[in-house]
């Protein structure tokens, strides 16, 4: 019986992975060159979605930076939705960051006399604390972690203009492949 449970389960993950392969193939055509493909923090949610992040090379074998995807289960099939501007708000409404997003563009227009934080969006299953934080230490970016109702936020900032944080958060983005929002220090979230 044991023996049984063990194939079974790793049946189970075996057809898993196909779906991981066959929508990564998918989401590798939006690259200019998709056999260069590269996925970073695939995660999955408890529909069967996955979220994650890729990059390629482009034509001069120069990686690109990386961007954010989904797709969508929905009977048996999946589809693909690629963030292009970097704020696409479909795809944190499953990958996790949709209300952290709603809420920096509701402030959007306040003054920030704190300066702003450029916070990771804490989507589902997106790994340990330590994990997150080592890997910005490793490719030089500072951050912080602060509880907010129970829960570690990671942030990096703050910074004095609005244009330093976007900054950062492009950087962040296109070297690790880790989505954040830009917000004002200190608003309520």
């Known amino acids: 019986m044991r023996k049984l449970a063990v194939v079974t389960a790793m049946l189970a993950l075996a057809g898993c992975n196909n779906e991981v392969d066959g929508v990564h193939k998918q989401v590798a055509e939006h ?15 408890t529909d069967g979605s996955i979220c994650g992040q890729f990059r390629g090379k482009d034509a ?27 704020d696409d ?46 890997r910005l230490i490793e490719k030089g ?20 203009t609005k244009e330093e944080a976007q900054a950062r958060k492009a950087d962040v983005m296109a070297r690790q492949g880790t989505d954040s929002v830009v917000i004002q220090h200190g608003a309520q979230r």
């Open 31 to 45: 690259l200019s060159n998709p056999k260069t493909a590269k996925f970073a923090n695939v995660r999955f949610d």
């Open 89 to 134: 708000l479909r795809i944190r409404e499953i990958c996790g960051g949709a209300e952290l997003q709603r809420r920096a563009e509701a402030l959007a227009d306040q003054p920030a006399p704190e300066g702003w934080d450029v916070e990771v969006v804490q989507g589902p299953n997106m790994g340990a604390l330590s994990d997150m934080t080592a």
């Open 141 to 160: 970016i500072p951050s912080s972690v602060e509880y907010r109702d129970g829960k570690p936020v990671v942030l990096l900032g703050p910074f004095p």
């Open 60 to 86: 001069d074998g120069k990686f690109e930076a990386y961007r954010s995807y989904v797709a969508i289960k929905r009977d048996g099939q999946y589809r693909i939705i690629v963030d292009e501007t970097g």
